[in-house]
């Protein structure tokens, strides 16, 4: 993904507000994957809801800089997912990481409600896959001051 100039604030680097585009622009890709994605949303009886989500800025993106966002399931509920994710640089160091709760939302409430069983089952693979793969050391770090 391309930083684009909009996206660049008074002090000449990426707005705080983009990390967060950038990390949920690499969601949708896993949603995609996992059935979760817009046309799932477009049947009209279900979507997902951001419940939680927590940015930490590791590294300055500037104009010109390249991102991919990464994708780790961490836990899955029969109602929503917990997960983190990366902001890599083309370059391969990590600009943030973000970790957040996902919510299977009922739109006719809207409510939290159960995934159907072939999005669950999608879901609990995804989840066998990367639970062999080391769960990042910053994952539910408590948010603090150093001293």
């Given at each position: 993904?391309?930083?684009?100039?909009e996206?660049?604030?008074?002090?000449?680097?990426?707005?705080?507000?983009?990390?967060?585009?950038?990390?949920?622009?690499?969601?949708?890709?896993?949603?995609?994957?996992?059935?979760?994605?817009w046309?799932?949303?477009?049947?009209?009886?279900?979507?997902?809801?951001?419940?939680?989500?927590?940015?930490?800025?590791?590294?300055?993106?500037?104009?010109?800089?390249?991102v991919?966002?990464?994708?780790?399931?961490?836990?899955?509920?029969?109602?929503?997912?917990?997960?983190?994710?990366?902001l890599?640089?083309?370059?391969?160091?990590?600009?943030?990481?973000?970790?957040?709760?996902?919510?299977?939302?009922?739109?006719?409430?809207?409510?939290?409600?159960?995934?159907?069983?072939?999005?669950?089952?999608?879901?609990?693979?995804?989840?066998?896959?990367?639970?062999?793969?080391?769960?990042?050391?910053?994952?539910?770090?408590?948010?603090?001051i150093?001293?």
């Open positions: 993904m391309d930083i684009k100039p996206w660049i604030d008074q002090n000449g680097h990426l707005n705080m507000a983009y990390y967060g585009v950038l990390f949920d622009t690499g969601v949708d890709e896993a949603c995609k994957e996992l059935g979760l994605g046309e799932y949303t477009a049947q009209g009886t279900h979507t997902t809801y951001s419940a939680e989500f927590r940015i930490r800025y590791r590294q300055e993106l500037h104009l010109g800089h390249k991919r966002a990464s994708f780790r399931l961490l836990d899955v509920g029969p109602k929503a997912i917990h997960f983190c994710q990366e890599i640089h083309s370059d391969g160091w990590v600009a943030a990481t973000g970790e957040g709760i996902s919510l299977h939302i009922d739109q006719s409430g809207p409510r939290v409600a159960p995934y159907p069983d072939d999005i669950k089952a999608k879901l609990d693979a995804m989840l066998a896959k990367h639970a062999q793969i080391p769960v990042p050391d910053w994952v539910g770090a408590p948010m603090q150093r001293k």
